[in-house]
């Protein structure tokens, strides 16, 4: 049986979801047995055509170009499945969906006119039907050999929606927020990256965006009593995964 | 009269995604263009009006293969605005888990990425089939570099552990210990590999480079020293804008670095290792004396060499330190909202990362200004390219096209700190 064929695309991004996959030092050859990697820039200049079997996406849309590109690579995949917040929140770039995108050219570039953007970064998922979301900034290289084995296998992978008190609760760790009144996030954010902001003693800061159906409001309220302001409710959800549905929302109910 | 003309439409084995251009008229080279075309990301944009404590955490993520370059710079330039100073143990933590991203970093460009130009493959995929023991022995030192940052910084892409003032939580002595035999081990792998290397067979090609990086006068500088260079430039951190200026071109969403008077300079290993090469152990300068080094390397082409030999260093630095490590206490010195401006400049494994803040006086961002190293090097690439093609004319259009990715890939551009995209293209007209 011939290997499936795996394509790694790049959007706007910062190379570091892509690289997960190259820092699986121990498993890494053991991929490249189990699949026949078609395409993937950041590693090799072998490049194949389509169609591929699986094709895993890094980065957001954020130009008229990639938008186009999204749709050529949808059309030749056969399962495609997007990895990392800028993939399936827009990333960090995303902050532009809340302010004018011209003043932001401007502020950075001499000459705004060389330059081609859209006025929003969004998710992958918001142009083409994508078959699975893995989220994370950056994802977690345990959840990522799960989703590559999982899919070579046919199964769902196996990653909760829970939130990031459960993993607290598993590893031990002190709730920050209960024992020192530290603000976190990890009530609304979905666990997976494992349990590693609490457990050096410092909030939650959302990096895998939020969990299903997450209470956010309930959480500012508390976060107010310990002293955010509205200015620092607002920014605390607009960071890596701002683009989500969830947490922009609640931003700009602080805005 | 011919026109020939070659193109790369998108760089393989670069960190980002970028495009290359060349046009020759007969043996004249008319046009070299290295395109950086990666949608414009606005971080220095976005900065403003952001708590400048968050500036570490949002910064790291302009680059996920060099993440503790930014968080470095970025911490450095908010402490001076704030009048924060830390200690010398936060500083030794620092510069131990700043190592861990040059030996992973450097690992993966010298032998995944670089390595396969030189033995005629398209990847490490297929050096592992021929050559098993080397991508075993590569895997493991990455491995080593990202071991580092995962024991101090929590994970090796955007660690969490870091922050303005120091660190959140001070590793474990015992954690930190642990990781002295692998990177002992890793020195001698370094060093093993640097002389493999050496055997490859170069371009014959040199230039007279200005060399830019930190200097210092006791240590091989990662995150401390005056910025310097080979012709007698020798400034303060908060100086390089008088010094240096980012130019806005058509091809390009990087802004590109020069000398104020208009030069092109290289950053990077070869810039480091010539202005600093005594600060190097005596065990470094015996494997560059062994693979026929001397203490300046002037062909672009042997910086996957110097590479190593910068792998070789973070290995015997880090376990140095992780041998003294003493957990600072406190962990991190507290900082006050005030109004008030910073410089960072730290050595990425690229070359010079210089970050400049401005903030109000509740501790806002109100300007941010961060140059990486590839757009610094980006006029430096291009000035390679037109006389490597000059130099090779002679080259079937697949070697020509394969020699100047090769001279791209020299300077291990990572595309997407640039804020930044790359396509190769030749034409012979």
């Given at each position: 049986m011939p290997r499936p064929k795996l394509a790694v695309w790049k959007f706007a991004s910062c190379d570091g979801c892509q690289l997960t996959l190259l820092d699986c030092e121990d498993e890494l050859l053991a991929i490249a047995e189990a699949l026949?990697?078609?395409?993937f820039l950041e590693a090799t200049s072998s490049i194949n055509d389509g169609p591929y079997d699986i094709s895993l996406v890094e980065g957001s849309i954020t130009t008229a170009h990639d938008a186009e590109r999204i749709r050529t690579i949808r059309d030749q995949s056969h399962k495609l499945i997007t990895i990392g917040a800028c993939a399936?929140?827009?990333?960090?770039?995303?902050?532009r969906n809340f302010a004018d995108v011209e003043a932001f050219t401007r502020a950075v570039y001499a000459?705004?006119?060389?330059i081609e953007t859209l006025a929003t970064s969004t998710a992958i998922a918001d142009h083409v039907q994508v078959d699975f979301e893995l989220r994370g900034c950056p994802v977690s290289k345990h959840q990522l050999l799960e989703l590559i084995t999982a899919t070579l296998a046919g199964r769902r992978p196996n990653?909760?929606?829970?939130?990031?008190c459960m993993e607290c609760k598993r590893n031990g760790t002190v709730c920050v927020m209960v024992a020192r009144g530290t603000p976190c996030l990890g009530p609304v954010t979905q666990a997976g990256?494992?349990?590693l902001c609490p457990a050096v003693g410092r909030g939650c800061y959302?990096?895998?965006?939020?969990?299903?159906?997450?209470n956010t409001s309930a959480l500012s309220a508390r976060l107010a009593e310990l002293g955010m302001q509205p200015a620092q409710l607002r920014d605390v959800y607009r960071s890596?995964?701002?683009?989500a549905p969830d947490f922009s929302k609640e931003s700009l109910s602080h805005d | 009269m011919t026109e020939r003309i070659i193109q790369v439409d998108a760089l393989a084995r670069v960190e980002g995604e970028g495009a290359l251009y060349v046009r020759l008229r007969g043996r004249e080279v008319e046009k070299v263009e290295f395109r950086i075309?990666?949608?414009?990301?606005?971080f220095e944009a976005f900065?403003?009006?952001?708590?400048?404590?968050e500036t570490p955490d949002i910064t790291s993520r302009i680059c996920g293969i060099c993440p503790i370059a930014y968080i470095m710079s970025a911490c450095q330039g908010i402490e001076m605005a704030l009048g924060v100073d830390v200690s010398p143990e936060i500083d030794a933590l620092r510069r131990l888990i700043y190592c861990g991203e040059w030996i992973q970093s450097h690992t993966l460009h010298a032998v995944?990425?670089?390595?396969p130009d030189f033995l005629g493959l398209d990847d490490a995929i297929q050096i592992a089939q021929s050559h098993p023991d080397l991508v075993r022995t590569g895997l493991r030192l990455k491995k080593i570099g990202n071991s580092v940052m995962e024991c101090i910084?929590?994970?090796?892409?955007?660690?969490?552990?870091?922050?303005?003032?120091?660190?959140y939580r001070a590793p474990d002595r015992a954690a930190v210990r642990a990781l002295v035999p692998e990177l002992e081990w890793g020195a001698k792998a370094a060093r093993d590999l640097t002389l493999a290397f050496a055997e490859f067979d170069y371009p014959d090609d040199e230039f007279d480079y200005t060399f830019v990086s930190l200097i210092h006068p006791d240590v091989y500088p990662i995150l401390e020293g005056r910025i310097g260079s080979n012709r007698g430039l020798d400034i303060a951190v908060p100086d390089f804008n008088d010094n240096f200026v980012e130019e806005h071109v058509a091809r390009s969403t990087a802004l590109q670095g020069r000398m104020r008077d208009g030069s092109a300079y290289l950053v990077g290993p070869l810039a480091r290792y010539a202005n600093n090469?005594?600060?190097?152990?005596p065990d470094c300068q015996a494997t560059a004396r062994e693979a026929?080094?001397?203490?300046?390397?002037?062909?672009?082409?042997k910086s996957i060499l110097v590479r190593l030999i910068e792998v070789q260093y973070a290995c015997e630095e880090a376990a140095r330190l992780a041998r003294a490590y003493e957990p600072p206490d406190p962990a991190f010195v507290a900082a006050s909202p005030r109004a008030g401006e910073g410089h960072g400049c730290t050595e990425a494994p690229r070359g010079i990362c210089y970050h400049t803040y401005r903030l109000d006086a509740e501790g806002r961002i109100e300007h941010a200004q961060i140059v990486p190293p590839t757009s610094q090097n980006q006029p430096q690439i291009e000035a390679d390219l037109a006389r490597v093609v000059a130099d090779n004319l002679d080259l079937a259009d697949k070697d020509l096209k394969w020699r100047c990715e090769q001279t791209i890939r020299n300077y291990d551009p990572c595309i997407s700190c640039s804020t930044h995209f790359l396509k190769l293209q030749v034409d012979r007209v």
């Amino acid at each position: 049986m011939p290997r499936p064929k795996l394509a790694v695309w790049k959007f706007a991004s910062c190379d570091g979801c892509q690289l997960t996959l190259l820092d699986c030092e121990d498993e890494l050859l053991a991929i490249a047995e189990a699949l026949d990697i078609a395409h993937f820039l950041e590693a090799t200049s072998s490049i194949n055509d389509g169609p591929y079997d699986i094709s895993l996406v890094e980065g957001s849309i954020t130009t008229a170009h990639d938008a186009e590109r999204i749709r050529t690579i949808r059309d030749q995949s056969h399962k495609l499945i997007t990895i990392g917040a800028c993939a399936t929140a827009g990333g960090i770039q995303a902050l532009r969906n809340f302010a004018d995108v011209e003043a932001f050219t401007r502020a950075v570039y001499a000459h705004p006119e060389y330059i081609e953007t859209l006025a929003t970064s969004t998710a992958i998922a918001d142009h083409v039907q994508v078959d699975f979301e893995l989220r994370g900034c950056p994802v977690s290289k345990h959840q990522l050999l799960e989703l590559i084995t999982a899919t070579l296998a046919g199964r769902r992978p196996n990653v909760p929606r829970e939130s990031q008190c459960m993993e607290c609760k598993r590893n031990g760790t002190v709730c920050v927020m209960v024992a020192r009144g530290t603000p976190c996030l990890g009530p609304v954010t979905q666990a997976g990256c494992g349990n590693l902001c609490p457990a050096v003693g410092r909030g939650c800061y959302g990096c895998f965006g939020p969990k299903e159906t997450p209470n956010t409001s309930a959480l500012s309220a508390r976060l107010a009593e310990l002293g955010m302001q509205p200015a620092q409710l607002r920014d605390v959800y607009r960071s890596f995964n701002a683009g989500a549905p969830d947490f922009s929302k609640e931003s700009l109910s602080h805005d | 009269m011919t026109e020939r003309i070659i193109q790369v439409d998108a760089l393989a084995r670069v960190e980002g995604e970028g495009a290359l251009y060349v046009r020759l008229r007969g043996r004249e080279v008319e046009k070299v263009e290295f395109r950086i075309f990666e949608p414009p990301r606005f971080f220095e944009a976005f900065l403003r009006g952001r708590d400048a404590l968050e500036t570490p955490d949002i910064t790291s993520r302009i680059c996920g293969i060099c993440p503790i370059a930014y968080i470095m710079s970025a911490c450095q330039g908010i402490e001076m605005a704030l009048g924060v100073d830390v200690s010398p143990e936060i500083d030794a933590l620092r510069r131990l888990i700043y190592c861990g991203e040059w030996i992973q970093s450097h690992t993966l460009h010298a032998v995944m990425l670089h390595a396969p130009d030189f033995l005629g493959l398209d990847d490490a995929i297929q050096i592992a089939q021929s050559h098993p023991d080397l991508v075993r022995t590569g895997l493991r030192l990455k491995k080593i570099g990202n071991s580092v940052m995962e024991c101090i910084g929590g994970r090796a892409v955007h660690p969490v552990n870091t922050r303005v003032g120091g660190f959140y939580r001070a590793p474990d002595r015992a954690a930190v210990r642990a990781l002295v035999p692998e990177l002992e081990w890793g020195a001698k792998a370094a060093r093993d590999l640097t002389l493999a290397f050496a055997e490859f067979d170069y371009p014959d090609d040199e230039f007279d480079y200005t060399f830019v990086s930190l200097i210092h006068p006791d240590v091989y500088p990662i995150l401390e020293g005056r910025i310097g260079s080979n012709r007698g430039l020798d400034i303060a951190v908060p100086d390089f804008n008088d010094n240096f200026v980012e130019e806005h071109v058509a091809r390009s969403t990087a802004l590109q670095g020069r000398m104020r008077d208009g030069s092109a300079y290289l950053v990077g290993p070869l810039a480091r290792y010539a202005n600093n090469f005594d600060r190097l152990s005596p065990d470094c300068q015996a494997t560059a004396r062994e693979a026929g080094l001397g203490p300046v390397v002037r062909n672009p082409f042997k910086s996957i060499l110097v590479r190593l030999i910068e792998v070789q260093y973070a290995c015997e630095e880090a376990a140095r330190l992780a041998r003294a490590y003493e957990p600072p206490d406190p962990a991190f010195v507290a900082a006050s909202p005030r109004a008030g401006e910073g410089h960072g400049c730290t050595e990425a494994p690229r070359g010079i990362c210089y970050h400049t803040y401005r903030l109000d006086a509740e501790g806002r961002i109100e300007h941010a200004q961060i140059v990486p190293p590839t757009s610094q090097n980006q006029p430096q690439i291009e000035a390679d390219l037109a006389r490597v093609v000059a130099d090779n004319l002679d080259l079937a259009d697949k070697d020509l096209k394969w020699r100047c990715e090769q001279t791209i890939r020299n300077y291990d551009p990572c595309i997407s700190c640039s804020t930044h995209f790359l396509k190769l293209q030749v034409d012979r007209v």
